[in-house]
């Protein structure tokens, strides 16, 4: 038998140039793994989907844009002007809003505003948090990210990039 986790505010194992506190991973749990992320102003995390795994999000602060859908015809070029077959466009969320996304379905958010936002992050399986350290290694070598190099270690993790992440897509326009 063994104790639960319990975590004051603002406890967690950070992963700064992710923006993202692990709450509780692959050590505490064999199902899934949680996260407090702060996501900056004009951070997009890029179209992309995951074949096995599946996510939760939780606006806590701010907004975010969120897609969870396949778009009508080819994934590609900028996902905010992505609508699915049933009309579905991408959704400006606030505190209280949320997101869930099965395996295979194309989902991004991106913080379209001037402060930062705040989300609740929990994706099954456990783990992800390994990526996570990773791709902060990848964004924090200052510059541009390296777009090929995100693509790669992307896929070693299960997820195919539908489109670029952009640490400020404000810039990028």
Same mark, same amino acid.
């Given at each position: 038998? =063994?104790?639960g986790?319990l975590?004051?505010p603002?406890?967690?194992s950070p992963?700064?140039? +992710?923006?993202?506190t692990?709450?509780?991973g692959?050590e505490?749990? +064999?199902v899934? =793994?949680?996260?407090?992320a702060t996501v900056?102003p004009?951070?997009?995390?890029g ?7 599946e996510?939760f999000?939780?606006?806590l602060d701010g907004e ?5 859908f396949?778009p ?6 900028d ?8 009309g579905?466009?991408v959704?400006?969320?606030?505190p209280?809003?949320?997101m869930?996304?099965?395996?295979g379905?194309?989902h +991004?958010f991106?913080?379209p505003?001037?402060t930062?936002a705040?989300?609740l ?11 996570l350290?990773?791709?902060a290694?990848v964004i ?9 190099a995100?693509?790669?270690?992307r +896929?070693r993790?299960?997820i195919q ?9 404000h810039?990028?326009?």
């Open positions: 038998m =063994s104790d986790l975590l004051p603002g406890q967690g992963i700064p140039s +992710a923006g993202m692990l709450k509780a692959s505490h749990s +064999a899934w =793994s949680v996260f407090e900056q004009g951070f997009d995390v179209a992309h989907l995951h074949t096995e795994a996510e999000f939780y606006v975010l844009d969120l897609l969870a396949h009508r015809g080819e994934a590609s070029g996902w905010l002007t992505w609508e699915s077959q049933s579905q466009k959704y400006r969320g606030g209280g809003s949320s869930f996304v099965p395996p379905t194309p +991004a991106t913080n505003g001037t930062p705040r989300m992050f929990v994706v099954s399986p456990t783990g992800h948090e390994h990526y350290r990773e791709l290694d924090g070598r200052g510059g541009p990210p390296d777009q090929n995100i693509v790669e270690l +896929a993790w299960d990039q539908l489109t670029p992440l952009l640490p400020n897509r810039t990028m326009r």
